[in-house]
Nanobody, 121 residues
Framework: QVQLVESGGGLVQAGGSLRLSCAAS????????MGWYRQGLGKQRELVAI???????NYADSVKGRFTISRDNAKNTVYLQMNSLKSDDTAVYYC???????????????WGQGTQVTVSS
């Protein structure tokens, strides 16, 4: 059993900041990429940011320069620091991990339950 739990969502004013956390637990051998996705009402889920196990990060153009993704490999945790938030950032944010459950398995995707981020104008 693998579980990804997001936390840190909430209601913030435009221009404010919020930090999301996602901790992976359970039977985990190793984690490759970790990332954040979001889904607004009536919209498809979209990539926000990803980070490799070596620390290389990539961002969607819409958040580049405002959001920062980081990870703590020892704690199997990924973070998303969100600054200069705007109304378009309002969405449910989901954590995703590409991980191995054993040395003899192959990497698969696992998802968290999501955390709501609401940005008021």
């Amino acid at each position: 059993q693998v579980q990804l739990v997001e936390s840190g969502g909430g209601l913030v004013q435009a221009g404010g900041s919020l930090r999301l956390s996602c901790a992976a637990s359970g039977s985990i051998f190793s984690i490759n990429n970790m990332g954040w996705y979001r889904q607004g009402l009536g919209k498809q889920r979209e990539l926000v940011a990803i980070i490799t196990n070596g620390g290389t990060a990539n961002y969607a153009d819409s958040v580049k320069g405002r959001f920062t993704i980081s990870r703590d490999n020892a704690k199997n945790t990924v973070y998303l620091q969100m600054n200069s938030l705007k109304s378009d950032d309002t969405a449910v944010y989901y954590c995703k991990a590409m991980l191995l459950r054993s040395a003899l398995s192959y990497a698969r995707e696992y998802w968290g339950q999501g955390t709501q981020v609401t940005v008021s104008s």
